[in-house]
């Protein structure tokens, strides 16, 4: 693989400042083309998900089942739009649920990394440094964790718990741990032979100390990777729980729940309560993963140089 | 390599007992699962008789430590529901999950492997841009909604393929029909083309970027530089030398992809009335038969490490460096 | 051909193509005119008669294995297996007379012996049966044993007289003694043996039952040589295989899809107004009297109100692809008390009524805050109904959150009556008498009274009845019982659900009220 390192390589903070990575990014950014769009689409469903209780139209959870699978463009009689997107089966307006999807969806992708990563990254971190038993229990329970297919465990736990926010996201965050624990343990190990992680040690430096330090940033890149794709698969895996009515409550508008909802009324041509939560979780999903590809191809060749 | 595999083995059982506690736990975590055992209209003594009958009255650990004898003497339990030792319920359908996750691995992997190639091959064009894009998209998409986009368009508008069933060819093996599995095949291909691509699409897609990154790695390494320069044709070059390494982490996903399409499987056969393990767990775990639910979490737990098991081997043989950990 | 690799994989992909396509082509389906297709969307769990437990279960059942009488869904009485009954003086003893020449599918003769060996077997503690034999018919009759008269008569003794005696023991599928003692519990379980129009073939799990006519069965006339009974849990699949052609007959179509298939050319929707009956429960047990507006809903008055603020005609036409009648109370038509009106959907007597009752409108518009429990996947379109309600009831003041949760959490809490403010639920009745509908609240601590109502008028008349032979003062005390409860209601009144078939346009079929599925009498057009 890549050449490395002289037994010289610095810790981040004493190297050289290359380029600001700003710059850097944004020239490569330019050069990719397909992650401008990417981080377009994704501004603007982080936008509808900050800012949703300003920006819908109208109550999303307000019904009108006289109005219900009122098509796409409704309009009023003077003339201004109704429903932009249409109104799903129980006549609430589509375009308003799926701007406060976008809070919840996220918001789950979100947090369930953020728990995911946390909890894989401190394991793997702490796996790699420490070695001997503490990496084999921690390996273990990895290899549990993987032979057991992660939709079978959802069910189990949220059959038991109930739907909710409050439990998907665990669940989905544990999902995951394990995807990070590996990069961050095996990051860790070819980090902590390095000589300046010696050297701090010989100066006395606590473990815990080295670990955050030294060993945390260089782990961080490729795990940032990983934690954008995460994100799209954690919304995907909310759709499919929804799907099976795991998902959160019909009451709370997520993507995935609107999908499912309005999956009877697509064989029946009407099309788009169906289609547009389809269009956003596929939109957003492609960003993320457009974005993760670009970031891996931009952080590695520097990962290289070390 | 023995004392690798003794290895594995032990670390497999301990995976095992894992796997089966952390099920057990979670699903008695619930209240009182009598009450689904129970017609709705049942008197008090009846729903009294049911769980004492069924053994919900008994304390956890009385409970989780007769599964475990139990699972020593391979007794995995009677299913609740239908009162057949809960093994027997899981292996009647495992054949048909076999297919179907079989035939979505196979379609994923041949499918990529020469997709990625092209699209390496002409990197930067816009044929590889496109294969790209749609690659993409194939990652993106929810799994019930293509299945259901599939039944709609495929099945109903097109009539090109049977909408839901399913024809047994494992089962019959399994049997010893070998004449009427292998007629089956055709008939059974049709039936497996739609539930396989909408449990296959993201791996396939996953796995032609994957062919194609791991491809375009290899076509700059020096030895493959160093074999064009020898003038050797660039078919041979890429055949021969590229295209067995950048196969290799494909060979590293199956492992992890057999457990991933497991998951995919529990949606999709709800989706196609596929009778496969699937289904059997999804309505198990909401009717909390426990038994089934253990017997199928222990079945997928070997099958999935068994596969690995497999693939390490086989990437040991690859790859020296492994085998000397 | 170029050195080229991509050209390779191409014409690798090609090859892959066409290797697909040709199974593809030769894919073809045809309806037989022989066999009935026929697709639910639960499978049955197991194979024992005295171990039904379920409504997909009992349809199959219905046709492998026969019953004493035969009960339409308007009450219509049709001898079966035994062609005539007798009930004592006391009204304890029923005995029913045989038909002569019945065999079981095994070729043994069916007679007295074996239609008591059915009850007993079912009753028997030593087999634990749950299902609806042993926990529901059997209690519910006061069941206490047989009396095996001679070879063509049997008696079934009970502890007390129940008008509805007949109905219930019908429900009992009859079965022969010499095959079902000879076979353990697990066995039975897989391996039935019927005495009714078809029999069992093969049962492949989760995904298909065959039966084929019984050639030598003479009670019943069938067309179609082999029934298939699929099943395809997803709606819009099940659907879709009856557009396509390759099912004749499905259950639950959902609403919004009615049109599609009856323009399709290839069937038709039968929209029957089914016997479940539909209702808000008002929770007055104990366990949730710090619940949040449970003070408020103990209140006759309050409760009155509430009736009011329910639009359930639009509900029933919106959610429920239907018109529909609001209930009066819980018995069907025709067998309710033709005096009451049903309540009609008017917000401002509500808001009213509430005022009068104690309960203003606060500053921001509300009177009181309560909790509406629902399941989610039972019942047609039941999320839904259970969010619209909890929005009628919001708008007249009455702030309600919608908590709804999975089929069979929802069911684990009903059982044991944990649910409440207030909760929906559905419970299936019949249309051939009233007592059966009202038989849910036999006793206050009856276990299907999930209410906990405790109407004390109610349950005087109620146990006066098992007094009362005569067919018009029942009526006079059924009607009593019917006012009070439309005048201090329990429930808050909704519907009777309705089901939808999808009936392929080549069968000759009636869909039945009371979601049974009996299809032996089938016919092509």
Redesign the interface.
């Known amino acids: 693989m890549a050449t490395t390192t002289s037994s010289r390589a610095l810790p981040v903070s004493l190297m050289p400042p290359p380029l600001p990575t700003w710059k850097r990014a944004a020239r490569s950014l330019l050069k990719a083309k397909w992650p401008i769009l990417a981080l377009l689409i994704l501004g603007i469903v982080v936008f509808m998900a900050l800012f949703a209780q300003h920006i819908t139209p109208a109550d999303p959870n307000r019904q009108n089942l006289i109005e219900r699978l009122k098509e796409p463009m409704t309009y009023n009689p003077d003339g201004t739009i109704k429903y932009f997107l249409g109104t799903d089966g129980l006549g609430r307006d589509l375009w308003s649920r799926i701007i406060y999807g976008a809070q919840v969806s996220l918001a789950v992708g979100v947090m369930a990394v953020m728990v995911g990563g946390l909890l894989g990254t401190s394991l793997g971190v702490v796996a790699g440094y420490r070695g001997g038993r503490v990496d084999d229990i921690i390996m ?2 990895a ?2 964790q ?8 959802a ?3 949220l ?3 109930g739907p909710g926010v409050w439990n998907l996201i665990p669940v989905l965050g544990i999902g995951q741990w394990v995807t990070y624990a590996r990069i961050a343990r095996g990051q860790t190990i070819s980090q902590r032979e390095k000589e300046y992680v010696e050297a701090a040690r010989s100066m006395g430096a606590r473990d815990r100390r080295i670990m955050w330090d030294s060993i945390l940033p260089n782990v961080l890149a490729p795990l940032i990777v990983i934690a954008s794709f995460n994100v ?1 698969s954690a919304i ?1 895996a909310e ?2 729980l929804s ?2 009515g795991l998902g959160v409550p019909p009451t709370v508008p997520t993507w ?1 729940g609107i ?2 909802e309005s ?1 009877d009324q ?2 029946a041509g009407k099309w788009w309560p ?1 289609f547009f939560p ?1 269009l956003a ?3 957003t ?2 960003s993320l ?2 974005l993760g590809d670009w970031l891996r191809d931009f952080l590695d060749p520097r990962l290289r140089g070390r | 390599m023995g004392p690798y595999i003794v290895q594995r083995l032990l ?1 497999s059982v ?3 007992i ?2 089966t506690l ?2 057990f736990l ?2 008695h ?16 003594e ?2 009294e ?2 769980r004492a ?1 069924l053994g919900f009255d008994k304390p956890l650990t009385e409970q989780y430590f007769s599964f475990i004898s139990g699972l020593m003497r391979g007794d995995l339990g009677m299913s609740i ?4 030792p809960a093994v027997d ?1 899981v292996m ?2 495992l054949p048909a999950t076999l297919e179907l996750t079989l035939f979505a691995m196979l379609i994923s992997t ?2 990529a ?3 990625g ?2 699209s390496a ?2 990197r930067g064009t816009p044929t590889d841009g496109g294969i790209m894009l749609v690659a ?2 194939g ?7 293509l299945g ?2 599939l ?2 368009s495929v ?2 508008q097109l ?8 024809v047994p060819v494992i089962d019959l093996m399994l049997q010893g029909d070998w004449g009427q599995a292998l007629s089956n ?3 059974a ?2 039936f497996l ?1 739609m539930p396989a691509i909408t449990i296959g699409l993201f791996s396939l897609s996953r796995n032609a970027r994957l062919v194609r990154s791991s491809m375009l790695e290899v076509l700059s390494q020096d030895y493959v530089v160093t074999a064009r320069s020898k003038g050797l ?3 041979v070059v ?2 021969k030398h590229a295209f067995r390494n950048a196969l290799i982490p494909v060979v590293t996903m199956l492992g ?1 992809e057999f ?2 399409l ?3 499987v ?2 999709t056969e ?4 596929w ?2 393990v699937g ?4 309505n198990a ?4 038969d426990i038994p089934v ?1 253990q017997a ?2 222990v079945v ?2 070997v099958l ?2 068994g596969l690995n098991l497999i693939v390490d081997i086989i990437y040991a043989q690859l790859d020296p460096r492994i085998r000397l950990r | 051909m170029s ?4 050209r ?3 014409l ?2 090609l090859t ?1 193509l066409l290797v ?1 396509i ?3 082509i ?2 073809a ?1 045809t309806s037989d005119e022989n066999t009935l297709v026929i697709a639910q969307s639960v499978d049955i ?2 194979l ?1 008669p005295a171990s039904v ?1 379920s409504r997909s279960e009992a349809n199959i059942f219905y046709h492998m294995y026969g019953t004493l009488f035969e009960i339409g869904d308007d009450g219509s009485i049709t001898p079966y297996l035994a062609n005539a009954y007798k009930v004592s003086e006391d009204g304890k003893e029923w005995t029913f007379t045989l038909n002569e020449g019945l065999t079981c599918h095994d070729g043994e003769a069916l007679t007295a012996e074996d239609v008591a060996y059915s009850f007993e077997r079912a009753a028997d ?1 030593a087999n ?1 049966f ?3 034999t ?3 018919v059997l ?2 009759v006061g069941y206490m044993g047989t009396r095996v008269d001679d070879d063509l008569n049997v008696t079934i003794l009970t502890d007390r007289y129940q008008s509805i005696g007949l109905g219930l023991l019908s429900e009992v599928y009859i079965h022969c003694k010499d095959s079902y003692s000879a076979m353990t ?2 066995e039975a ?2 391996n039935p043996i019927g005495s009714g129009p078809y029999k069992f073939v093969e049962w ?4 298909h039952v065959t039966l084929a006519k019984v050639d030598g069965f003479t009670l019943r006339e069938t067309t179609f040589a082999t029934q298939i009974w ?5 709606a ?2 099940r659907v ?2 009856l ?2 052609g ?1 099912v004749d007959v499905i259950g639950n179509v959902p609403p919004d899809q009615v049109e599609a298939v009856n323009g399709s050319g290839v069937a038709g929707v039968q929209a029957v107004q089914g016997t479940r009956r539909i209702y808000v429960g008002f929770q007055f047990g104990e366990n949730f009297k710090d619940a949040p507006g449970y003070d408020a809903l103990q209140k006759t008055d309050v409760r009155v109100a509430l009736q009011y603020a329910i639009d359930v005609p639009t509900i029933c036409a919106a959610l429920l692809g239907t018109e529909c009648t609001r209930a009066t109370g819980l018995v069907n038509d025709p067998n309710g008390n033709p005096n009451l009106q049903p309540y009609p959907y008017d917000p401002v007597k509500a808001g009213e009524l509430l005022d009068a009752a104690g309960y203003p409108k606060d500053a921001n518009g509300v009177r009181f805050e309560t909790t509406l429990m629902g399941p989610r996947g039972r019942y047609l379109n039941d999320a839904n109904v259970v969010q619209a309600i909890a929005q009628y009831l919001t708008d007249v003041g009455v702030v309600t959150t919608a908590d709804i949760r ?3 959490d929802y ?2 809490l ?3 009556k944990e649910v409440g403010p207030m909760f929906f639920l559905g ?2 009745g019949g249309t051939w008498n009233a007592l059966y509908d009202m038989a849910d609240l036999s006793a206050p601590d009856a ?2 009274n999930y209410t906990n109502w405790q109407n004390e008028e109610w349950f005087t008349l109620w146990n006066s009845l098992a007094d009362i032979r005569d067919a018009g003062q029942e009526r006079e005390v059924i009607n009593k019982m019917l006012e009070v409860f439309y005048n201090d209601p329990p429930w808050l009144l909704l519907y009777f659900q309705p089901d939808f078939y999808g009936v392929s346009n080549r069968l000759d079929w009636q869909a039945r009220r009371d979601e049974q599925i009996v299809i032996y009498n089938a016919k092509l057009k």
């Open positions: 273990r329970l290899d549990i993987l032979a057991f297919p992660f939709i079978l465990l069910i189990m736990v059959v038991v718990l799209a995907l759709a499919s799907f099976l995935g999908l499912n999956r697509i064989l169906a389809g979780i596929m939109l999903v492609l993963n457009i | 670390q301990f995976v095992i894992g796997v952390l099920s979670t699903i975590l619930d209240g009182d699962p009598t009450y689904l055992y129970v017609s709705e209209r049942a008197s008090q009846e729903i008789a049911t009958k529901r239908s009162r057949q319920l009647q359908r041949l499918v492997i020469p997709i190639i092209i091959v002409r993409m998209f990652q993106s998409i929810p799994g019930f909604w259901i986009m039944i709609l099945g109903l009539k090109w393929l049977p909408i839901s069933g399913h095949i055709p008939k291909i049709t083309i044709s660039e078919r890429i055949i992890l457990g991933f497991l998951s995919g529990v949606v709800t989706v196609f009335s009778p496969g289904r059997l767990v999804t775990i909401t009717q909390r639910v199928s979490v997928f737990a999935f490490i | 050195r080229n690799p991509s390779l994989g191409k690798f992909l892959l697909l040709v199974p593809v030769a894919n389906q769990g197991q024992d437990n503690p634990a749950t299902g609806n042993a926990g529901f209690p519910a519990l697990e379980a897989q492949v799990p989760d995904d699929r099943v395809i849990p997803e819009s699949t879709a295989e557009i396509a390759n999975d089929w069979a069911r684990q009903t059982g044991p419970s299936g276990g299907t």
